[in-house]
């Protein structure tokens, strides 16, 4: 099966089901605008090769591989909104669409490489969240130097991260990845969010409203635009 074949229905699954929801067969033959029949086909591919679990009748899930591919393509999808949007200044309505077409032509190394032109930005133009790389740093500034002296081999084991905004009350996580420009990351240096810091997100506030943190047994309330660009390793709950 074709790449960009199976990163479509890998893409269409997670965007209707979510990282642990199921998506119906009918489901993604309307978005993908393929009969079920098809689809059904495509499924039984997908899961022998592991990307997917897929249960006859119900739908399909991704698996752990499967939401890597997912992520990956969410994130190439998304900073290239951003390029085609802020750098070559495409029609806000074309953006979509032209991002849609090109993510599956790109290289992960391309991608990274936008991001570091780009200042690792944290959302796209529509507003969605951006999910880092993979690569084993604390800070972007790491990935910036590394380029300049081509140390690649510093980026050898991808590692599992999550937004601090996905921690739930009272849950405790360390900081894995601070992202952004100097500025940003100097920021947040100066409110005593560095890497190896433990944290505990003590509440949300509703409508786009501060991030409450206990951080070295200090309460600290940051604005989202700060904690978007903070990523966790979430300590598991008893």
Same mark, same amino acid.
């Given at each position: 099966?074709?790449?960009?074949?199976?990163?479509?229905?890998?893409?269409?699954?997670?965007?209707? =089901?979510?990282?642990?929801?199921?998506?119906?067969?009918?489901?993604?033959?309307?978005?993908?605008?393929?009969?079920?029949?098809?689809? %059904?086909?495509?499924?039984?591919?997908?899961?022998?090769?592991?990307?997917? @679990?897929?249960?006859?009748?119900?739908?399909?899930?991704? %698996?752990?591989?499967?939401?890597?591919?997912?992520?990956?393509?969410? @994130?190439?999808?998304?900073?290239?909104?951003?390029?085609?949007?802020?750098?070559?200044?495409?029609?806000?309505?074309?953006? #979509?669409?032209?991002?849609?077409?090109?993510? #599956?032509?790109?290289?992960?190394?391309?991608?990274? =490489?936008?991001?570091?032109?780009?200042?690792?930005?944290?959302?796209?133009?529509?507003?969605?969240?951006?999910?880092?790389?993979?690569?084993?740093?604390?800070?972007?500034?790491?990935?910036?130097?590394?380029?300049?002296?081509?140390?690649?081999?510093?980026?050898?084991?991808?590692? /599992?991260?999550?937004?601090? %905004?996905?921690?739930?009350?009272?849950?405790?996580?360390?900081?894995?990845?601070?992202?952004?420009? /100097?500025?940003?990351?100097?920021?947040?240096?100066?409110?005593?969010?560095?890497?190896?810091?433990?944290?505990?997100?003590?509440?949300?506030?509703?409508?786009?409203?501060?991030?409450?943190?206990?951080?070295?047994? %200090?309460?600290? =309330?940051?604005? #989202?635009?700060?904690?978007?660009?903070?990523?966790? /390793?979430?300590?598991?709950?008893?």
């Amino acid at each position: 099966m074709p790449k960009e074949q199976i990163e479509e229905y890998i893409e269409a699954i997670y965007d209707i =089901a979510g990282k642990t929801g199921l998506a119906k067969t009918t489901e993604v033959a309307k978005r993908l605008h393929n009969a079920p029949a098809s689809v %059904t086909e495509v499924f039984g591919s997908l899961a022998q090769s592991g990307l997917i @679990r897929y249960e006859p009748y119900r739908g399909a899930a991704l %698996t752990d591989a499967g939401e890597e591919v997912a992520l990956k393509i969410k @994130r190439k999808h998304r900073l290239l909104e951003v390029f085609l949007s802020e750098i070559l200044g495409i029609d806000p309505e074309k953006v #979509h669409d032209e991002a849609c077409r090109m993510e #599956h032509s790109i290289s992960d190394e391309v991608g990274d =490489a936008m991001c570091r032109m780009l200042n690792a930005p944290a959302r796209c133009p529509c507003g969605e969240l951006i999910s880092p790389c993979e690569k084993e740093i604390a800070t972007c500034n790491e990935c910036r130097n590394a380029e300049v002296s081509k140390d690649s081999d510093k980026f050898a084991a991808p590692r /599992k991260v999550v937004p601090l %905004t996905d921690l739930r009350p009272c849950q405790k996580g360390t900081i894995a990845l601070l992202r952004g420009d /100097k500025k940003v990351i100097q920021r947040l240096s100066d409110l005593g969010l560095t890497p190896g810091t433990e944290v505990v997100l003590m509440r949300k506030t509703p409508m786009g409203g501060p991030i409450e943190l206990c951080v070295r047994r %200090t309460n600290l =309330a940051v604005g #989202h635009e700060i904690a978007d660009n903070i990523f966790v /390793k979430a300590a598991l709950e008893a």
